[in-house]
């Protein structure tokens, strides 16, 4: 049973390295990655990704002070402080004031204050509304952002596919190449063929040495830009482990149809979308400051010394008042 399975186990192995024909790169710090995989981490790892669900957060909370500005407010005022001696200037500025003593040098008073809107035009379910269409707004940018992610490793994952398979044709007509070069070499010693043919076998030698050059350091670079995707080191050499079969891939929709599902599907649509109903709702905003506010509020006050009304009196004052205010 475990044979059998060790047999299969290098059976798949063997399949997919002669598959990409890359066998001979592998190595000990070699990391094997599926599509899902390298989306997944991307994901996690993706920077500007994270920066636009921080955004979508921030959309939620800002739904929640909207709602919480519906509720009555409440404002807390409290003041402290000593009042000095009354001077009198009886001989005038320039000469010396005499004091007229207080019996306490304390002021001191506190005041508390609620207001509680009744009707402002529509302002308040205008910001509520706001809010969560800027909250919907945010969304799309988000999973725009995640589908330019994907966009962006599918391309390096089969660039780096392409890059493997196209080092792995080339090196195999490198490899035949400097065959035939060595059987036109020993042909054109012996005076059977020209001294150009034989050159122009070397320079179509020399185009393919040079290309697997090229084809090598553009398999660094995709390899560098994926882990920089993925947050790997630089350094790590990635074996794409799935494969792209596009005759696999069954077309059983018109054009029309993919049309609009991308116009219904589609982030940037739905971006356009909340544009316009933002634009509605900022409009509608405009139009509620025009039109009166009516609110009720009240006070309660303690304060010392009372000198709010005549006579003063050194004592508290205790302010009630529940009234309706217009605001036009």
Known sequence: MISSLIKRTF???AVLFNTFGYAQEISKDSVFLSLDDVWS?????????KVQHLKTEIGKENILDAKNKRLPSLDFDASYGKLSNIPVFVNGINNSAEFIPLEDHSVYDASVSAYFNIYAGGASK???KTAEASKEFLEHIEEETSDQLHLEVI?????????YQYEN????NIKQNAERVRLIGQLFKNGVVLKSDFLRAKLQLSKLQTQLVTIKNDLVIVTQALNILVGNEDDTLLIPSDTIQTKDIAIDKNYETFVSEMLSESPLEKMAEKQIELSELKTVALKADKLPKIGFFGSYTYSYPQIKLYPYERGTLFIRCCRYKIVL
């Open 11 to 13: 059976f798949f192995l």
């Open 41 to 49: 981490k991307a994901e996690v790892f993706s920077k500007e990704l």
């Open 126 to 128: 205008t910001v509520i």
């Open 155 to 163: 391309q390096y994952y089969v660039s780096l596919q392409r890059s």
């Open 169 to 172: 044709l080339v090196k195999q």
